[in-house]
């Protein structure tokens, strides 16, 4: 026994050196070139716990106020900012466990590097819905809890700026085809079939006729196991189901399977002029990461005089919604952060009807625009990112980009737009898409004057359509009409400026970035 003693040791040590280095990071004088980070491991894992610490310090400080208001909208602005240090809290945690354990960490893509970046660009966007969400509540505590607030955004972003550009392995790689389909790689296989099939392992149904274990879907969402890394299935028979339904972050892999996106319907009216805030407003939201749903009817009913108002929001990581509707007036899809992939979807709306922070690729969708107030202008996407190290943007391929038809018989009235910029690095990307009629000639739209122009991307590629030609467009210095695949491939993936690695699995063989 002695004889194995010290080669034990050093196996020991070995083994420790080992997960100390699981990001693939440097440590000690090792050259950063090939790794995950650009400082060493160490002090990227001290940094992301020192983070965790500030978090649990500004929610003591947010708690304080979680009683004794009695103004609905600043309740709601509290309890918004509670969920978002909670949800903030957990990605930290996330990105520490895959620097610390490498692949038995968190789940994630396999690509470290990446995962870690899109875990702190969503921390990073949590902090400012926090902030956001005081927005008209004219109160001491927005002012009181935006120091730590301002602290924290500070530390993720020094983060995020030690973790290397690097292009993603599979962007341009194994696509999953299905018949003439194609769908993400982080799909698994039973997943996969689960798009295309109604062979499904039913876990519990919801029928409001009283012919499934439940009434109402929150039930069934309820029912469901925390922290599951199997997928749980819920089918929801067809019908009209008026409720708000919240998929927290503990609730993991859940699957919903609706009959038709004319036919589950999931609705509801909350609105920001009604009292609430627009993360609060939405019909459904998702934290759970890993979440699929197919065949539903995500809607808002609030009307365009009731402002902000949200269908569905997501902050589900590796999430699929495949052959949904996502139906409402403004800000009707809430892509709030992480990646998440759109499929044969349907999207209507007036003002910023596709918004968020999210790391998000919509694939033969059918995006329109609706009537709105008079004289409004409907705008088609407004993308959220704020510092150019963060990964994520809206990649929009193989879509049509039309109007319903009261639009489309006052267009002289009723201007619509591909996008504008919500915040400072805004960007999106339209491709190889059907632009339609609807649209201005000039097809994108300012925020507040000359507000980002200068910082922003956005993109055109090979789109097709009465409105997809590009010498009428703005003149942004931001905005990038690609004329050749040279040019495309300089800023679509791995040439454009900050590193872009934010267009995950689009069904496209990319070479050199496209």
């Known amino acids: ?57 500004v929610t003591s400080t947010v708690l304080k106020f979680s009683r004794g208001f009695g103004n609905s909208r600043l309740s709601n602005a509290i309890s918004d900012c509670l969920d978002m240090l909670d949800l903030s809290s957990e990605e930290l945690s996330w990105t520490l466990s895959a620097c610390q354990n490498g692949s038995q960490g968190e789940g994630g893509t396999g690509n470290q590097g990446l995962d870690m970046k899109t875990w702190l660009s969503g921390a990073l966007v949590n902090l400012d819905t926090c902030i956001d969400g005081f927005e008209g509540t004219n109160s001491f505590v927005q002012k009181v809890v935006a120091g730590g607030l301002s602290k924290i955004s ?67 969402i309820a029912a469901a196991p925390e922290l599951s890394t199997k997928r749980y299935v819920i089918q929801v028979k067809k019908g009209v189901y008026n409720e708000y339904v919240e998929i927290s972050k ?62 569905f929001r997501s902050d589900s990581d590796l999430s699929v919604l495949h052959r949904c509707g996502f139906r409402g007036y403004q800000d009707t899809l809430y892509a709030h952060s992480m990646r998440q992939f759109y499929s044969e979807c349907r999207i209507s709306g007036t003002v910023d009807f596709i918004f968020g922070d999210g790391t998000v690729v919509f694939q033969n969708c059918q995006i329109l625009a609706r009537k709105g107030l008079p004289g409004q202008k409907n705008v088609v996407t407004a993308q959220g990112r704020k510092d150019p190290v963060e990964p994520s943007g809206f990649s929009i391929q193989f879509c049509n980009i039309t109007a319903e038809p009261d639009v489309l018989a006052s267009l002289n009235t009723t201007t619509t737009y591909l996008g504008r910029p919500w915040k400072l690095y805004s960007r999106t990307i339209f491709m190889q898409s059907y632009i ?16 980002a122009l200068d910082t922003l991307w956005y993109g055109e590629y090979m789109n097709h359509g009465p409105s997809s030609g590009l010498q009428g467009r703005i003149k942004w210095p931001g905005f990038h009409p690609v004329i050749d695949s040279s040019q495309a491939t300089n800023f679509t993936v791995g040439k454009f400026i900050s590193g872009d690695t934010w267009l995950p699995s689009t069904g496209i063989n990319y070479k050199a970035g496209l």
């Open 250 to 311: 503990k609730k993991w892999n859940i699957m919903m399977i609706g009959e038709g996106m004319d036919n589950t319907i999931i609705t509801g009216n909350h609105s920001y002029k009604g009292g609430w805030t627009t993360y609060r407003s939405a019909t459904f939201g998702v934290k759970g990461k890993g979440f699929i749903a197919r065949d539903i009817t995500f809607e808002n009913t609030a009307g365009p005089e009731m402002h902000q108002a949200v269908a």
């Open 154 to 220: 500070t530390l993720v972003l020094n983060s995020l700026h030690q973790i290397q550009d690097k292009i993603p392995n599979n962007i341009g790689a194994s696509v999953v085809v299905i018949g003439n389909r194609q769908f993400p790689p982080w799909l698994n296989g039973t997943d996969k079939g689960h798009l295309e099939t109604n062979r499904l392992p039913i876990d519990v149904v919801v029928a409001i006729d009283g012919s499934g274990k439940f009434t109402k879907i929150v039930d069934a």
């Open 1 to 57: 026994m002695a004889i194995n003693s010290v080669p034990l040791a050093a196996s020991s040590l070995l083994l420790l050196l080992l997960i100390l280095c699981s990001c693939s990071g440097s440590f000690g004088n090792q050259d950063p070139v090939n790794s995950d980070l650009k400082v060493p491991v160490p002090e990227f894992i001290n940094t992301v716990k020192g983070m965790l610490k500030v978090v649990q310090s």
């Open 436 to 451: 339609g009629i609807a649209i201005k000639a000039e097809g994108w739209l300012e925020w507040d004057g000359n507000f």
